[in-house]
């Protein structure tokens, strides 16, 4: 059993923001089969916004990808579709002014187990990183009016520790690392962008070692709360993630390369590893991280 900003989960699996759609028959149906600790649901804004049009998703090499879908959600009023669920939702939330992310905070508040606000994609114009540089003031806005945590996912930027420090000192409950990213990929027979948005979040695998350092990093600075997502393929790359400071491990590009199932298939080689080395999971977490 991991606890997170008071919140308990029967192990650190879960999904991460982008990996299931905003179906909501399919989401209780990976929740049933799977049994991910959490999911957490694509970003979601106070009213709906249509995705870039496509394409929007460029496999670039061995489980790396380019994405841009631009945010497209049904908005916040989605999460009331998952009434009775029995995995414990992360609510992602965004929006182009404080006023819209208060207000999206305020619509998931009840449903949600965490809230992650997102200040860090890079695929729209006005909203997520674009609302990066007020992240002190979103976080103790949000922190006001809300009961139910409040995480922020941040943005892969340095120097990573001053950024997490204010955050935290704002009063976030923890931190969501890392997520994509600014990517571009030139199709060289129409000499342009592959995706029509022209720009991309960088995902997947190329991007594990990146996500490692910086949970490293932080966690050695601040031992905060972390949900650790960056590339994570197999049960050691979720181990190794837990080392540098991660209580909660997100999967998203593995899960849209070889489907839902892998959510057992981690969680059992974790299970194997842990019993081999006679280590409980709660005495990894940070184990790297502290001795570097």
Known sequence: ???????????????????????????????????????TLKTLTVKPLEPHRP????????????????????????INELDGIECPII??????TLSEILKAVESVDPKAYIIELNLSSPNRPGYGVARFKDSVNIVREAKSIATTPIFVKMPPIDP???YAGRILDAGADGLTMINTLKGMIIDVEEL???LSYGTGGVSGKCIYPLAVRMIAEVYREYQPEIIGVGGVYTW???????????KLV????????RGPQIIKEIREGMRI??????????SLIGMASMDT
Do not use: W
Not at 20 to 34: A, M, N, Q, S
Not at 91 to 96: D, K, L, N, P, R
């Open 1 to 39: 059993m991991i606890e997170l900003a008071g919140r308990r989960f029967k192990d650190p699996i879960i999904v991460a923001s982008g990996a299931l759609p905003h179906v909501d028959g399919y989401i209780r149906e990976v929740c049933k089969r799977y049994k991910p600790s959490a999911i």
């Open 55 to 78: 394409p929007t998703l460029f496999k670039f090499g061995d489980g790396s990808y380019l994405n841009a879908i631009g945010l497209g959600n049904p908005g916040v009023g989605f």
């Open 91 to 96: 609510a992602s939330v965004t929006g182009q």
């Open 160 to 162: 990573i520790t001053e």
């Open 192 to 194: 342009k962008p592959i």
């Open 236 to 246: 050691r790359d979720a181990v190794g993630m837990i080392a540098a400071g991660a």
């Open 250 to 257: 997100g999967l998203c590009s593995v899960i849209i390369d």
């Open 273 to 282: 590893y842990l019993e081999r080395k006679g280590l409980r999971i709660e």
